[in-house]
C-alpha cells in the first residue's frame, strides 16, 4: 500500500509558477513510477507527466511539455512538478498517482492522493 499527499496548488497568475510536491509513504518509494494528471471541472482526467522508477526517464503531455518539470528525490520519498509560464488552461485539480510500472494513462496507476488546486488567472 502506497499513501500519497499532495501540497503547493494555490492561485497565481498567468506568466506565473508554483511547485507541487507529492509525500509518499508506505512501500518502497523508489520501486514505483510516479505521475502527475489533472482534472479540470467538467473534464475527464488527463495526463501531465509521469517519471519512470528504474531510469528516471520522464515523459510530458504535448500541453506541458518545455513548461514543466517532473523529478523525485527517492531519499525523501518525494515527487515534485515544478510549473513555469502557467496560463489559465493549467488550471485544474492536480493528482500524483503511483505504480509498479506507471504510464500516460490514468487506468496504469493503482495510488492517487487527494489532489491539489492550481488556478492560474488571467
Known amino acids: 500500500q502506497v499513501q500519497l499527499v499532495e501540497s503547493g496548488g494555490g492561485l497565481v497568475q498567468a506568466g506565473g509558477s508554483l511547485r507541487l510536491s507529492c509525500v509518499a509513504s508506505?512501500?518502497?518509494?523508489?520501486?514505483?513510477?510516479m505521475g502527475w494528471f489533472r482534472q479540470a471541472p467538467g473534464k475527464e482526467r488527463e495526463f501531465v507527466a509521469f517519471i519512470r522508477w528504474n531510469s528516471g526517464r520522464t515523459t510530458y503531455a504535448d500541453s506541458v511539455k518545455g513548461r514543466f518539470t517532473i523529478s523525485r528525490d527517492n531519499a525523501k520519498n518525494t515527487l515534485f512538478l515544478q510549473m513555469n509560464s502557467l496560463k489559465p488552461e493549467d488550471t485544474a485539480v492536480y493528482y500524483c498517482a503511483a505504480d509498479l510500472v506507471g504510464g500516460p494513462y490514468p487506468g496504469e496507476y493503482d495510488y492517487w492522493g487527494q489532489g491539489t488546486q492550481v488556478t492560474v488567472s488571467s
Open positions: 508506505g512501500r518502497s518509494f523508489s520501486s514505483y513510477a
